[in-house]
């Protein structure tokens, strides 16, 4: 599976390719060492929309991608496109903050970390094991899922 580093300039594209379930590591400085070194060491094709980045990265020979539009959902196309990816191998199995892969954990592990409503509602729920942020198959996810398939088709 491919594994992706965002520069800053990227924060959205790297939240949207966790959604469709792509590890993506948003790297918010751009201290250009240590990203290089980072993507390197575990694999990871470089996005960026820096074009001073760009030529440093094919300098460094590393794997990369310059992103041309500033549009997400276009983005999003660029990226799938550009490495002929499946559009969504394992959507909503990563976490939204940290990139982590989620588990799923028993509705009595969530009693009090989720609203009422929620807890009262729903029966399925996802958890993160480094930030503890618990995720559920809401409206939230139906407008991202909706998203994606005007973004991306069926």
């Given at each position: 599976?491919?594994?992706?580093?965002?520069?800053?300039?990227?924060?959205?594209?790297?939240?949207?390719?966790?959604?469709?379930?792509?590890?993506?590591?948003?790297?918010?400085?751009?201290?250009?060492?240590?990203?290089?070194?980072?993507?390197?060491?575990?694999?990871r094709?470089?996005?960026?929309?820096?074009?001073?980045?760009?030529?440093?990265?094919?300098?460094?020979?590393?794997?990369?991608?310059?992103?041309?539009?500033?549009?997400?959902?276009?983005?999003?196309?660029?990226?799938?496109?550009?490495?002929?990816?499946?559009?969504?191998?394992?959507?909503?199995?990563?976490?939204?903050?940290?990139?982590?892969?989620?588990?799923?954990?028993?509705?009595?592990?969530?009693?009090?970390?989720?609203?009422?409503?929620?807890?009262?509602?729903?029966?399925?729920?996802?958890?993160?094991?480094?930030?503890?942020r618990?995720?559920?198959?809401?409206?939230?996810?139906?407008?991202m899922?909706?998203?994606?398939?005007?973004?991306?088709?069926?």
């Open positions: 599976m491919m594994r992706f580093l965002t520069d800053p300039s990227l924060g959205k594209l790297a939240r949207w390719l966790r959604v469709l379930g792509y590890d993506t590591l948003y790297y918010r400085q751009m201290d250009l060492r240590s990203m290089i070194e980072r993507a390197r060491k575990e694999g094709v470089v996005l960026t929309r820096a074009t001073p980045l760009k030529e440093k990265l094919a300098a460094a020979a590393l794997a990369h991608l310059f992103v041309r539009s500033d549009h997400l959902e276009e983005q999003l196309r660029e990226v799938i496109q550009a490495f002929s990816l499946p559009a969504r191998p394992g959507p909503f199995s990563l976490c939204l903050t940290c990139n982590e892969r989620l588990r799923e954990v028993a509705k009595g592990e969530v009693e009090g970390q989720v609203p009422d409503f929620v807890y009262d509602t729903q029966d399925h729920f996802m958890s993160c094991p480094r930030c503890r618990v995720y559920w198959p809401g409206t939230h996810r139906q407008r899922e909706e998203k994606i398939r005007a973004w991306l088709g069926d």
